[in-house]
């Protein structure tokens, strides 16, 4: 991952019953509105599987630098699903942005 490249990810739960079309639609929105956003790249949506944590989803994209990710944050269909979806269908979440140290290497 270059140098400038942010790597941006949250993981939640959800208010919803597990397996239910609730939870299905919320998956399948955030990824369907997150990813019409221009800066997204390499969006991913993630089950947890490990017994370390009890999350149980995850949100992973990535964005080219700090002001690729400044316009996400600030992209209006960004701020309508955290007010309208987010905020109101997780129940908690952990939030983290990495940069890479050095380049790869092949």
Same mark, same amino acid.
């Given at each position: 991952? &270059?140098? +400038?490249? @942010?790597?941006?990810?949250?993981?939640?739960?959800?208010?919803? !019953?597990?397996?239910?079309?609730?939870?299905? $639609?919320?998956?399948? &929105?955030? +990824?369907? @509105?997150?990813?019409?956003?221009?800066?997204?790249?390499?969006? !991913?949506?993630?089950?947890?599987?490990?017994? $370390?944590?009890?999350? &149980?989803?995850?949100?992973?994209?990535?964005?080219?630098?700090?002001?690729?990710?400044?316009?996400?944050?600030?992209?209006?269909?960004?701020?309508?699903?955290?007010?309208?979806?987010?905020?109101?269908?997780?129940?908690?979440?952990?939030?983290?942005?990495?940069?890479?140290?050095?380049?790869?290497?092949?």
């Amino acid at each position: 991952m &270059d140098r +400038q490249r @942010i790597r941006h990810m949250v993981i939640f739960c959800l208010r919803h !019953e597990r397996g239910s079309r609730e939870e299905e $639609k919320f998956l399948a &929105d955030g +990824q369907s @509105i997150l990813t019409s956003i221009p800066q997204v790249e390499q969006f !991913e949506v993630l089950r947890q599987v490990s017994a $370390k944590n009890d999350y &149980d989803f995850g949100f992973s994209m990535e964005f080219a630098d700090q002001a690729a990710y400044e316009a996400y944050n600030a992209h209006p269909a960004h701020v309508s699903f955290v007010r309208d979806r987010w905020e109101t269908e997780v129940t908690r979440f952990l939030e983290i942005d990495f940069q890479a140290l050095a380049q790869e290497r092949n």
